[in-house]
């Protein structure tokens, strides 16, 4: 079992960027594939983006490539989001999602085992 915990999403402007980050709980975090997802008011939620287990193979949404980077600090149990040239298609509650061990990244969400409760991203003009 792995709890998630979302944090650094606020208010920002367009253009600005956030670092939205999770922290994992569990001693096998390295064997987790990790995943972004966002869910914007009245749109289904939708992948962001992914980190292989093995931590050198990531993806990207067309929509955030070129401006959003995904990483992962396996000593410290986390996964983070860097959002640059934000803009204001991007509001959304942001979560973090866990595979199972040695599972593949997903661009679904049935393809995660294990969710953060999300953090609130708005981006204003």
């Known amino acids: 079992q792995v709890q998630l915990v979302e944090s650094g999403g606020g208010l920002v402007q367009a253009g600005d960027s956030l670092r939205l980050s999770c922290a994992a709980s569990g001693r096998t975090f390295s064997t987790y594939s990790l995943g972004w997802f966002r869910q914007a008011p009245g749109k289904e939620r939708e992948f962001v983006a992914g980190?292989?287990?093995?931590?050198?193979?990531?993806t990207y949404a067309d929509s955030v490539k070129g401006r959003f980077t995904i990483s992962r600090d396996n000593a410290k149990n986390t996964v983070s989001l860097q959002m640059n040239s934000l803009k204001l298609e991007d509001t959304a509650v942001y979560y973090c999602?866990?595979?199972?061990?040695?599972?593949?990244?997903?661009?679904?969400?049935?393809?995660?085992?294990?969710w953060g409760q999300g953090t609130q991203v708005t981006v204003s003009s």
């Open positions: 980190i292989w287990w093995s931590g050198g193979f990531t």
């Open positions: 999602a866990a595979t199972k061990p040695y599972s593949r990244i997903g661009r679904r969400g049935s393809d995660y085992d294990f």
